[in-house]
Nanobody
Framework: QVQLVESGGGLVQPGGSLRLSCAASGFTFSSHRMSWHRQAPGKERELVATISSTGGLTSYADSVKGRFTISRDNAKNTVTLQMNSLKPEDTAVYYC??????????WGQGTQVTVSS
């Protein structure tokens, strides 16, 4: 019943931008913290950014701070990740997560971001 569906990934050149979106359903979106994570080939999944239920508090991994912005629209049940000044090391599958939804948290299916010239 709970669904998180990411979109917006693709191929972009270094220095370019992408905007990822996550559409949520099946739970009270406005009551939950949301987060973005990523996993590069051969690497552990890592936390990229989090946002509080109201959007008032955000946090970022040091590697993306100043380049990425997480936001949400509780009226549309969406959370977004604006990614600017992209680097090859940003290449990964990006996932949105609702950490307190479901018994072990809930994950989207992921969307591929490839930064390459």
């Amino acid at each position: 019943q709970v669904q998180l569906v990411e979109s917006g990934g693709g191929l972009v050149q270094p220095g370019g931008s992408l905007r990822l979106s996550c559409a949520a359903s099946g739970f009270t979106f406005s009551s939950h913290r949301m987060s973005w994570h990523r996993q590069a080939p051969g690497k552990e999944r890592e936390l990229v950014a989090t946002i509080s239920s109201t959007g008032g508090l955000t946090s970022y991994a040091d590697s993306v701070k100043g380049r990425f912005t997480i936001s949400r629209d509780n009226a549309k049940n969406t959370v977004t990740l604006q990614m600017n000044s992209l680097k090859p090391e940003d290449t990964a599958v990006y996932y949105c997560k609702a950490p307190y939804v479901g018994r072990l948290g809930s994950w989207g299916q992921g969307t591929q971001v490839t930064v390459s010239s």
